[in-house]
């Protein structure tokens, strides 16, 4: 009885301390305009993932969707203990009336909503690799999600592609929103409506 008060006991304390969340700085490494944190892998839908072992990982926005958005006044993410599949919507984003939906960049079951997002939205655009992060989720085929998103090696180029793209629409719509190669700040809400539409679509996935 004993020996099995304490595995029951020692396996509870193991599971919660393997999903309690234990975020730190990312190095960051200077990729052209932008910097982008070592070990992390990302979605196409600009959304990223960090392995943090026992079938664990953390979740967030990437620094492009953070330029785009500007500032947010709240975000609303699913339920806990809600499974998500690999590209399904994640969480929301909203600034005054424009809302956008963002996928999860991998499958798996939510174990904790950062607290400082909840507090302070905004955090998720000022330290998106950092204190933004948005979710923690319990990913027993991370592997198999994993081999799905961006190689590492590709991902300079396309954030390169993204940026172009987003100066082609803008060229399209006759203005312009970048600031030395990059988004301006607050880039979605300085464009035509439908332009805006079609931005939230292709960058975002959803």
């Given at each position: 009885?004993?020996?099995?008060?304490?595995?029951?006991?020692?396996?509870?304390?193991?599971?919660?301390?393997a999903f309690a969340p234990v975020p730190g700085k990312p190095v960051m490494v200077r990729e052209g305009p932008f910097d982008?944190?070592?070990?992390?892998?990302?979605?196409?839908?600009?959304?990223?993932?960090?392995?943090?072992?026992?079938?664990?990982?953390?979740?967030?926005?990437?620094?492009?969707?953070?330029?785009?958005?500007?500032?947010?006044?709240?975000?609303?993410?699913?339920?806990?203990?809600?499974?998500?599949?690999?590209?399904?919507?994640?969480?929301?984003?909203?600034?005054?009336?424009?809302?956008?939906?963002?996928?999860?960049?991998?499958?798996?079951?939510?174990?904790?909503?950062?607290?400082?997002?909840?507090?302070?939205?905004?955090?998720?655009?000022?330290?998106?690799?950092?204190?933004?992060?948005?979710?923690?989720?319990?990913?027993?085929?991370?592997?198999?999600?994993?081999?799905?998103?961006?190689?590492?090696?590709?991902?300079?180029?396309?954030?390169?592609?993204?940026?172009?793209?987003?100066?082609?629409?803008?060229?399209?719509?006759?203005?312009?929103?970048?600031?030395?190669?990059?988004?301006?700040?607050?880039?979605?809400?300085?464009?035509?409506?439908?332009?805006?539409?079609?931005?939230?679509?292709?960058?975002?996935?959803?």
């Amino acid at each position: 009885l004993c020996i099995s008060i304490n595995y029951f006991f020692g396996y509870h304390r193991e599971k919660t301390l393997a999903f309690a969340p234990v975020p730190g700085k990312p190095v960051m490494v200077r990729e052209g305009p932008f910097d982008l944190p070592q070990g992390y892998r990302f979605h196409h839908g600009h959304t990223w993932v960090i392995d943090e072992g026992r079938q664990n990982a953390r979740v967030g926005l990437d620094g492009f969707a953070a330029r785009l958005l500007g500032k947010i006044d709240r975000i609303e993410t699913v339920k806990h203990d809600r499974w998500v599949r690999q590209g399904e919507k994640i969480w929301s984003v909203t600034r005054d009336d424009m809302t956008v939906d963002m996928v999860a960049p991998v499958e798996g079951m939510v174990t904790a909503v950062n607290p400082k997002v909840v507090a302070n939205p905004n955090s998720v655009i000022d330290d998106p690799y950092g204190d933004g992060w948005v979710l923690t989720l319990q990913t027993p085929q991370l592997g198999v999600s994993l081999k799905n998103l961006l190689p590492i090696s590709m991902v300079r180029s396309w954030m390169q592609n993204s940026m172009e793209r987003f100066g082609t629409l803008c060229t399209e719509a006759g203005g312009t929103a970048l600031d030395g190669g990059m988004p301006v700040r607050d880039a979605l809400v300085h464009v035509d409506p439908e332009v805006r539409r079609r931005m939230i679509q292709e960058f975002f996935l959803l």
